[in-house]
């Protein structure tokens, strides 16, 4: 009898102290991230400029899918879309489009509106706010200012491969393996040969939003990514890594819009170099990847990959996997703001523009 | 002389002859020489005029730099359209552009002959047809190809259009003018070259450029390293001799400033082409 009173006490002990225990201790379960769909939009082949930005509300962003370009807003409003003809330039901030010999170029805003119009000869192209042509022979760049006239010009010595800028600086590579810095006056404010591999050329270029540190993948046989910090006014070269990547075409990379990692395609996926620690992790994608987009706030990268079987992935900085899915298409892109993720996606005649917001739960 | 030319400027780029064997790259002929102008920018290359021509490796080569007309990887268009650059001996590349697309998107090294694409419309080029220039990584400078290419057997010789003086942003053509004022000139050649196979006028300037002025030498200038400056295809001599000349986007050949003092003045051009054919021109002015 008093075994079980005592087993009971016991019970009734241990069971009381653990109600009181979850009660006053309680941790909540961690929150799971997750993407949670926002809404879907078809992209129409061709609206005509102004038929749908009255709709629209707020900034717009801009979207190419293959041959399919134009604007769309937060909430799914497409403000203007259009199939394109030879060439295609967009940013957030307008748009050029161009037939194969131009005779003038004109810029426009989101909106449709010209900008102005050029006759400097050789391909137009957007970078966010400024505007650049190529000339006809690949080897000079000049810059307009927001009403066209030319605010510089520069030939380089040998083909243009790579191009980057920020809003201060131009990075130019070069095939015969040259790197140039220009500046908003056009002269030259860095001219580097990076070296060391048995055929130089530059096959990708990046500058961070601030200006300190530009990137490089370069050389063929081998090689290598090389990051270049400014110090004392000069750069200099503060890392470097010798790759097994063997790319013979443009390499993307950028640095994420709070300069704080470099992003950069290398062999079987995409490299993060980390400028603080000055460190590299690899994110295994399979190659070609299409599109990136990262989120700093929560050190997330977004990878679209297409090497037959596409797959959107996510992973963190450090490059751990979080997950993967399939995906469907003939032509993808991908590009976020803040936490929300748009996907375009065009298969066979349609094209659609997907919202995916990170959320916790 | 084209054999000493030749290996004149090997030895001073430092390759040796032995170390190429160029073919046509194309059976098309010539529409721009070295240096002619192309959409306002000089072309560093020759162009083959045609459509649907195959086009192949000059040389063995293996493959450097391949992009599109559109490539989703940069944001920096392709004026060039598709552009091959293969790596040959001696640090020479060679630069296919121009292009509509590649025959073999894959392929990582290109026998001598090796089919690389079809010549047509694809990038900023005023005619259809695609482009082929040489790179020299040691001299970091284009190489006119013809020097490196056989002959064709072209018996036309160059035409020279016009020759004029230029001052203070004023022109003289010689011809028309028989008095000018002294002071520095710069002399500027408007001249074409006649392919045997091209219908119309080969833009772009002859191989070998001479002035004298009462029979002293100008320039003595031959198109074969150059380099593009200011919009503008500058060409450097082989031996350290000679002069400097450049061609603008319009494909008039510039002669550096030269000072002309009061008296007569006889100005002697002679141009020559690849293959030899030359032609020349005399004009007697008076210097007041």
Known sequence: MEEKTRVRITVAGTSIIGIVYFLLFALPLPKQLSLKPMWVSAIPQAMELGGGAAAVKGPLLSFRIGERYGYFDRNAGIAFAATRGYGISISDAGYVSWNMRPDTLQFKDPRGNLLFASSEQGYPFMDEERRFVVSSNQEGISELDNKGSILWKRDFPSLITAFASNKDLTVIGTMDGQLFAIDHHGQVSLSFAPGGSRIPCIYGCAISPDGKNIAATSGLDKQRVLVLEKRDEAYRVTWHRWTDSDFRRPVAMSFTPDGRELVFETSGGLGVYDVASRKANILFARDPVVSSAALPNRKLLLALDNDGKPSILVASYDGRGYFSFPYSADEAMLRNEGDSVFFGLRKNDTASLLRLDFVEE | ?288
């Open chain 2, 1 to 288: 002389m084209r054999i000493r030319g030749l290996s004149l400027l090997l030895a001073v780029i430092g390759i040796p002859a032995a170390s190429f064997a160029f073919d046509w790259p194309g059976n098309a002929p010539v529409a721009v020489e070295f240096g002619g102008p192309n959409a306002g920018s000089p072309m560093p290359g020759i162009v083959l005029a045609g459509t649907g021509i195959d086009v192949r490796a000059a040389e063995a080569g293996e493959l450097v730099f391949e992009r599109g007309a559109d490539d989703a990887h940069t944001k920096l268009p392709s004026a060039t359209g598709e552009t091959l650059v293969l790596e040959g001996a001696d640090e020479m590349s060679s630069v296919y552009a121009y292009l509509p697309g590649i025959a073999d998107p894959g392929a990582r090294s290109f026998a001598a002959g090796a089919l690389i694409g079809k010549a047509g419309p694809g990038g900023f080029l005023d005619q259809d047809g695609f482009m082929f220039a040489l790179f020299d990584r040691k001299s970091g400078r284009w190489v006119n190809p013809r020097v490196f290419l056989p002959n064709q057997g072209d018996s036309k010789a160059p035409v020279i259009r016009k020759v004029s003086l230029e001052s203070k942003g004023k022109l003289w053509i010689l011809g028309d003018s028989k008095i000018i004022p002294q002071g520095s000139y710069s002399i500027i050649l408007d001249v074409a070259e006649q392919g045997s196979a091209f219908a119309g006028l080969v833009i772009g300037p002859p191989w070998y450029i001479r002035v004298l002025a009462n029979g002293q030498k100008v320039v003595e200038a031959k198109t074969e390293i150059a380099e593009v400056k200011g919009g503008a295809l500058s060409f450097y001599p082989a031996s350290g001799k000679g002069q400097e000349i450049s061609v603008d986007s319009k494909g008039s050949i510039h002669i550096a400033s030269q000072a002309f003092s009061r008296g007569k003045l006889l100005i002697e051009v002679l141009v020559r082409d690849f293959e030899g054919n030359e032609r020349s021109a005399a004009w007697s002015l008076l210097i007041e």
